[in-house]
């Protein structure tokens, strides 16, 4: 990563922080810190906020909670409960992260960073828990599983390139945009396939 960044790669950097979070926000905060703890991503000098997630005890309790999360999310109806306990932990949680990639010399733009990225994280939240809602309605468990692996691997590989590369890191938060919002819209649409035809209309009597 490059010693200093422009202002576009900070906000690609912020924008898929805290997209990301909103999907997996303890595998993020966890990777963030390991990469850090073991010298794969230095971070230029305003960026440092982000060292506490190297703290050993940061790591270990995102660790739990990401273990936890690894499984819970690959259960049927579980990892829906998972998502709705997790409606204001995520975005409190992507906006702390946003917050903490944002130059602190500038306060007006940090608190448009944390509201932005609380609402981003919102957003891919809403998006994953509605086509997991969507999925859970199958009476196969594959789907499920299937869609929770996918998850994993992409957090954390689309996690690497946006630090490593600051450039591709607004390519990758207008990518995760444009997927949260097609899940909602995709999710409200089966649903309201499936349950907003309404009850048929009673035959009347013949007189």
Do not use: C
Not at 125 to 141: D, F, I, L, Y
Not at 191 to 200: E, T, V, W
Request: glycine share 10%; hydrophobic share 55%.
């Amino acid at each position: 990563m490059p010693e200093s960044l422009g202002i576009v790669e900070i906000l690609g950097i912020a924008g898929s922080v805290s997209l990301l979070s909103g999907w997996r926000l303890y595998l993020t905060a966890l990777a963030t810190g390991l990469a850090m703890h073991f010298q794969v991503l230095p971070l230029p000098e305003h960026l440092q906020s982000l060292q506490v997630l190297a703290n050993p005890w940061v790591m270990g309790v995102a660790g739990v909670a990401a273990f936890m999360e690894f499984f819970a999310d690959k259960v049927a109806w579980l990892d829906s409960i998972w998502d709705t306990v997790h409606t204001f932990i995520r975005p409190i949680g992507g906006a702390l992260l946003t917050l903490a990639v944002i130059d602190p010399g500038d306060p007006a733009t940090q608190a448009i960073a944390f509201i932005l990225g609380g609402g981003a994280s919102l957003l891919a939240h809403g998006g994953k828990a509605s086509a997991r809602a969507v999925a859970n309605t199958s009476p196969e468990p594959f789907s499920n599983v299937a869609m929770s692996a996918v998850e994993d691997v992409a957090t954390t590989g689309l996690l690497y390139l946006a630090y490593s590369y600051p450039v591709a890191a607004g390519a990758v938060a207008l990518v995760l945009l444009a997927l949260s919002v097609w899940l909602l819209l995709l999710a409200r649409r089966v649903l309201k396939r499936m349950f907003g035809g309404g009850a048929a209309p009673a035959p009347t009597e013949p007189q």
